[in-house]
């Protein structure tokens, strides 16, 4: 790999320990993927902030890096464990939030802009097409991959840190035209009336064609909240962190139809439904929405559905701390909350230490589905956004109506 002069003092110590460390993990990186040379970044964002995630060692490797180590790019965090303001109305102990707390520091230290949201492009950071990108949250690289038509691969925290103070990535992977093209094309021949379908159909082609970068051809239009959801569940579930939808993924048209096809029809859909909800029984213990991040709009949607009504079972919302000041001045948070509703700022349920405290849980996220049953050991069912307020109104499953 190939690095300019500027590269190589960043290499050798010049710009101090944390740089250099970084640029060991990016050269090292580079060179595992046989990358020619290192591409400057416009934006970085970063994955691996919850504690519950990181452990000690990734708190004692992030306070490290921040002894000397600046952001020289626009970047952006993660969700966290807890929601910093109100840690202990989500149950979570004072010695897990103070040593949250700290990574969240160290990052800020580093200038990183602490936004805790797993949906950038919601509170600012929306880059242009073909922007060169190191963004680390799945859901985030698939949606700016496939949606805005920037290019990024699925960094990993510690390689998205190090693009953070270089301003620099490896030039291998979704940087690279051909890596970029269909190999498979999807007829989605299943309705997909909301966007839970949308991330149920993420989850059925991640799950039969691993690792397939698809063409998805479909009869519905989709909007932001389920290119979202198609965005979350896809590489969550085996898939590349990039699709193409015609008319909706800006360089689809270029790209000639695949040989490989796969048609998801309806009976699919179910059998993927059904692989997700395994052991789900009708009493309810948590309703969750937010994975990724509810936008202003959803919010809003939650408003109306919530207004003047109250919830039987928890309903946990989760969302980005400036979203969640937007929703205040609006008055929405107020509205939802009165109904007994929470909204958590700054974390999400698939990384906050929730293993124990619940059994059945139903969300509108195919994502949330698979953290859920995978990190939690919960028994999930996925639901329209409409169908989890009537279920947290009604407290069980069978009393809201398909």
Not at 170 to 187: A, F, N
């Amino acid at each position: 790999m190939q690095l300019s002069d500027m590269e190589r003092g960043m290499l050798e110590g010049e710009r101090g320990d944390a740089v250099r460390t970084a640029m060991e993990i990016l050269v090292a990186l580079g060179e595992i993927f046989d990358a020619d040379r290192l591409l400057p970044v416009r934006s970085v964002q970063i994955a691996g902030v919850s504690y519950h995630n990181l452990g000690d060692a990734g708190l004692e490797f992030v306070e490290q890096m921040a002894t000397d180590g600046r952001a020289v790019v626009p970047t952006s965090l993660n969700p966290a464990g807890m929601d910093p303001d109100r840690y202990r109305e989500m149950g979570i102990d004072a010695e897990f939030a103070a040593r949250q707390m700290r990574i969240v520091e160290a990052f800020r230290r580093m200038g990183v802009n602490t936004t805790l949201t797993c949906t950038p492009y919601h509170v600012g950071l929306v880059p242009a097409r073909d922007d060169t990108l190191a963004w680390s949250e799945s859901s985030a690289v698939t949606y700016a991959n496939s949606v805005l038509g920037a290019r990024s691969n699925r960094e990993g925290g510690p390689s998205a840190l190090a693009a953070a103070l270089c301003g620099r990535t490896p030039r291998y992977g979704l940087h690279l035209d051909e890596t970029r093209r269909p190999t498979l094309r999807v007829i989605a021949a299943g309705s997909l009336r909301c966007p839970a379908d949308w991330g149920l159909l993420g989850a059925a082609i991640g799950q039969q064609r691993p690792g397939a970068l698809p063409l998805i051809e479909t009869a519905e239009r989709p909007d932001q909240v389920s290119l979202k959801s198609l965005a979350a569940a896809l590489p969550t579930f085996g898939g590349q962190p990039m699709f193409h939808v015609a008319g909706v993924t800006p360089e689809a048209a270029r790209h000639a139809l695949p040989a490989d096809s796969l048609c998801v029809d309806a009976a699919l859909l179910r059998a993927t439904r059904e692989r997700l909800e395994i052991g789900a029984e009708d009493r309810v213990d948590l309703v969750t929405v937010g994975c990724p991040h509810a936008s202003l709009d959803e919010l809003e949607q939650l408003a109306r559905l919530l207004a003047d009504r109250r919830v039987v079972a928890p309903l946990w919302i989760s969302t980005a701390p400036a979203i969640c000041q937007q929703a205040a001045k609006r008055g929405l948070s107020q509205t939802i909350e009165l109904s007994g509703a929470r909204i958590w700022s700054g974390t999400c349920f698939a990384v906050a230490p929730l293993k124990g405290r619940f059994t059945q849980v139903v969300t509108n996220s195919a994502k949330g589905c698979y953290y859920g049953a995978g990190h939690n050991l919960f028994r999930m069912r996925l639901a329209s956004l409409e169908r989890c307020v009537q279920t947290a109104l009604a407290g069980r499953w069978s009393e809201v109506d398909r």
